[in-house]
C-alpha cells in the first residue's frame, strides 16, 4: 500500500499504524503512551495527526489508527500543533512537577498549563496506561490497574493492597514514559514504587551484587526449564567471567585436539 506522509510518498506494509509508517518517513511525532511492547492504546492522544481520504479530513491517533491505501497524512498542520499543545497543556496540569513533559512542552512553545492542577496526582503519573498493559499482556501478573473516575483516576493495585503477584520484574518502571514507576533496592527486598509491591531481592551467586528479583529468576527457570543458562543466578560480570573461561577452556582443547590430529 501506498501513503502520502507530508507530501511525500511511503510504502506501508499491512499491520501497520499510521504511527510506524509517518516514523520511517522521517516524521517527528510525540508519542508517551506508545510501545513496541504492547497493543497500542491511544491514550495520551500526543500522536495526533491529519488524516485525508475522499476529501474529507480528520484528526486521528496516528498510534492506533491502521495504515491504509490511498491515505493522505498531515503530521505538522495548524490544526495538529494546536491540539497537540492543548493536550500537553493537560499532560502538565496532571503531573506538573514532570521534567519530561515540561521538556516537551518548551519543545512546543508551551510554559505553564492554563488548566488548574489537579491535586490527585501522584508521582508524575499522567494515566497513560503502558504499566497496566504490559504488567497483564506482557508479564501476565496484573499487579496494577485503573481505579476510580475522572480526576479520582489513578493506578494503583487492586483492592488498593500490596499485590501478591508481583513479580519484581520493574518492566512497569521500564515502560513509563515519565519515570513515575520506580524500583528500589532496600535491604533484601526490591520495591515498585509508588504500587508498594515488595518481593525477595536475588544477588549473584558468587559476589553478592543484586541481579533482580527472586520470584524473577524463579519464573525464568521454570519457563525456560532445561534451557535455562547456568549462569543464570549471576551478576553481567560473572557471567562474563565464566563465559569467557569457558570459551578458553573450549579454544585451549580445540588447539590441542589440532595438534594430536597433526
Excluded at 476529501?55 to 493522505?72: H, I, Q
Excluded at 532496600?186 to 504500587?195: C, K, T, Y
Excluded at 558468587?206 to 529468576?217: H, N, Q, R, Y
Amino acid at each position: 500500500m501506498q501513503l502520502t506522509v507530508d507530501g511525500v510518498t511511503v510504502e506501508g506494509y499491512a499491520g501497520e499504524t499510521v504511527l510506524a509508517v509517518a516514523r520511517r518517513a522521517g516524521a517527528e511525532i510525540p508519542a508517551l503512551c506508545s510501545h513496541a511492547a504492547v497493543t497500542p492504546y491511544g491514550a495520551c492522544r500526543l500522536c495526533m495527526v491529519e488524516v485525508k481520504r475522499n476529501g474529507r479530513s480528520r484528526m486521528v491517533a496516528s498510534c492506533s489508527y491502521p495504515a491504509e491505501d490511498g491515505l493522505t497524512v498531515l503530521t505538522h498542520t495548524e490544526r495538529v500543533q494546536r491540539a497537540r499543545r492543548g493536550v500537553v497543556e493537560l499532560l502538565m496540569a496532571r503531573a506538573p512537577e514532570s521534567k519530561e513533559l515540561r521538556a516537551l512542552g518548551a519543545s512546543m512553545g508551551v510554559g505553564e498549563p492554563r488548566f488548574p492542577t489537579i491535586g490527585q496526582a501522584e508521582g508524575g503519573c499522567i494515566l497513560c496506561g503502558l504499566c497496566v498493559a504490559v504488567c497483564r499482556d506482557v508479564i501476565h501478573a496484573s499487579s496494577v490497574s485503573f481505579a476510580n473516575r475522572g480526576v479520582d483516576r489513578a493506578l494503583t493495585t487492586p483492592f488498593l493492597e500490596p499485590s501478591e503477584e508481583c513479580i519484581g520484574c520493574g518492566a512497569c518502571a521500564a515502560v513509563c514514559p515519565v519515570g513515575a514507576i520506580e524500583t528500589r533496592v532496600s535491604g533484601d527486598e526490591i520495591e515498585i514504587a509508588p504500587f508498594g509491591n515488595r518481593v525477595r531481592l536475588a544477588r549473584c551467586a558468587e559476589c553478592g551484587t543484586p541481579i533482580g528479583s527472586v520470584p524473577l529468576g524463579e519464573r525464568v527457570q521454570r519457563e525456560l526449564g532445561d534451557r535455562s543458562s547456568p549462569t543464570v543466578g549471576l551478576c553481567i560480570d560473572c557471567k562474563q567471567r565464566q563465559t569467557g573461561a569457558r570459551a578458553w577452556k573450549i579454544a585451549r582443547l580445540g588447539v590441542g585436539a589440532a595438534g594430536l590430529r597433526g
